[in-house]
């Protein structure tokens, strides 16, 4: 059974740092692509970053380019989200979700976490 | 940027059709992916490129896309399917729509 399980969530002050962790179980995870999306308290959802199995290959959206640096362990089966100079609309759960097809047109994802509440406030 | 754009809400009796829309430019160039998200639960792929559906998920549930718009529609709707569902592409980033309640009543 394919299983994420994402930690590292809390309470941030602005300008702040933290590190979100995803634990994959139940599949080879050095062979998938892997994302992280969020999703703002009653809002929608929102695409975050994007790496490709071997980690040769790393996107990441416009709102969050310079702040977060997304990163994976494949001997660890962990997937990584470094956030610094956290913001207040940076406040969400994080989801990590892997990607059958690897940041091409056809990208979807199969499988998300439970989510980690990150909440950034003074 | 490029916009995926849902309506707010859509409204179905039990065991009526349900259709969502999602439209963009060329939109029918692209793939095209719904996700289904209950209450406090995480998303769930229900469609993928534009009309696969993934193993367990009910055969009600199918997809479509063409032109600038692509639709999940829910045939014989129950009121366990009352949920949010978002669309998503890539173009040539991951983007959402905004989402769609769909209230069964």
């Known amino acids: 059974e394919v299983q994420l399980v994402e930690s590292g969530g809390g309470l941030v002050q602005p300008g702040g740092s933290l590190r979100l962790s995803c634990a994959a179980s139940g599949f080879t995870f050095s062979s998938y692509s892997m994302n992280w999306v969020r999703q703002a308290p009653g809002k929608g959802l929102e695409w975050v970053s994007y790496i490709s199995s071997s980690s040769s290959t790393i996107y990441y959206a416009d709102s969050v380019k310079g702040r977060f640096t997304i990163s994976r362990d494949n001997a660890k089966n962990s997937l990584y989200l470094q956030m610094n100079s956290l913001r207040d609309e940076d406040t969400a759960v994080y989801y990590c979700a892997r990607d059958p097809v690897g940041g091409s047109e056809a990208q979807y994802f199969d499988y998300w976490g439970q989510g980690t509440l990150v909440t950034v406030s003074s | 940027s490029y916009e995926l754009t849902q309506p707010p809400s859509v409204s179905v009796s039990p065991g009526q059709t349900a259709s969502i829309t999602c439209s963009g430019d060329?939109?029918?160039?692209?793939?095209a992916c719904w996700y289904q998200q209950k209450p406090g639960q995480s998303p769930v792929l229900v469609i993928y490129q534009d009309s696969k559906r993934p193993s367990g998920i009910p055969e009600r549930f199918s997809g479509s896309n063409s032109g600038n718009t692509a639709t999940l529609t829910i045939s014989g709707t129950q009121a366990m399917d009352e949920a949010d569902y978002y669309c998503q592409a890539w173009a040539p980033d991951v983007v959402f729509g905004g989402g769609t309640k769909l209230t069964v009543l």
């Open positions: 060329k939109l029918g160039d692209k793939y």
